[in-house]
């Protein structure tokens, strides 16, 4: 298995390109601000072929290269359809202010090919199998993708802007709810193994096994909020 990832944009939103192996098809995984030039590099370096751009949710810092990265390549998009909205108007997921400050005179644009996702559904891509998790709370539309253990590698999870190391999505924002979202993390992540890892939309990788000791709305939702230090910040856009 290959994946390899970089942060893309001001935002520093990591995109992953994941693939069988090098001289592959690959799937690439939340395209932000500025992705194309790293994204090339990558595709190049290793060899790799994309089949199919896969969106963890619609905010403008995972969805910004999704059309050019798609158009260039011929392949479609995936997302979840409470969050399809937003590829062609990203300004939806923003209050107001941020809205004019971001995108000014700014337009985008449906890549020709999207492909609506589904809470359980199994994607076969690449030669791999890719399971769809919904996990509203961050937006509505909210995904975690997951590749099963292998001889190589444990259990994979891309978690977007669901789980973080040390933290959760922020849930302030139009289509955020944190009520929700914790339902999302007790449902989609505790049930995980331990060694599970969690490469999430921004910061460093991490475990299952290290957020559920560590991360406090984890260790909150484990029935260990006695124990656990305060709530950090959230993150993401």
């Given at each position: 298995m290959l994946i390899a990832g970089f942060p893309a944009g001001s935002f520093q939103t990591n995109c992953y390109v994941v693939a069988p192996a090098a001289?592959?098809?690959?799937?690439?995984?939340?395209?932000?601000?500025?992705?194309?030039?790293?994204?090339?590099?990558?595709?190049?370096?290793?060899?790799?072929?994309?089949?199919?751009?896969?969106?963890?949710?619609?905010?403008?810092?995972h969805m910004w290269s999704v059309?050019?990265?798609?158009?260039?390549?011929?392949?479609?998009?995936?997302?979840?359809?409470?969050?399809?909205?937003?590829?062609?108007?990203?300004?939806?997921?923003?209050?107001?202010?941020?809205?004019?400050?971001?995108?000014?005179?700014?337009?985008?644009?449906?890549p020709d090919d999207v492909r609506e996702l589904a809470d359980g559904q199994v994607l076969e891509l690449a030669g791999m199998e890719i399971t769809?998790?919904?996990?509203?709370?961050?937006?509505?539309?909210?995904?975690?993708?997951?590749?099963?253990?292998?001889?190589?590698?444990?259990?994979?999870?891309?978690s977007g802007d669901l789980l973080f190391a040390g933290s959760i999505g922020r849930t302030d924002l139009p289509g955020g709810d944190h009520p929700t979202i914790l339902r999302s993390l007790a449902a989609k992540c505790l049930p995980l193994p331990d060694e599970t890892v969690v490469l999430p939309g921004h910061g460093p990788q991490t475990t299952i096994g290290r957020e559920r000791a560590t991360n406090p709305y984890l260790a909150e939702l484990a029935g260990r909020a006695e124990s656990a230090p305060g709530a950090g910040p959230t993150r993401g856009l």
């Open positions: 001289g592959e098809e690959c799937v690439v995984v939340d395209p932000g601000q500025n992705a194309v030039a790293d994204l090339d590099d990558v595709l190049r370096e290793h060899r790799l072929r994309p089949v199919a751009v896969l969106v963890t949710h619609g905010h403008v810092d059309a050019p990265v798609c158009g260039a390549r011929d392949v479609p998009a995936w997302i979840h359809p409470e969050d399809r909205d937003l590829l062609s108007d990203p300004g939806k997921g923003l209050p107001l202010a941020a809205r004019q400050q971001f995108f000014g005179g700014m337009t985008f644009t449906e769809v998790d919904h996990a509203p709370g961050h937006t509505r539309g909210s995904v975690t993708f997951r590749l099963p253990a292998s001889e190589e590698i444990p259990d994979v999870m891309f």
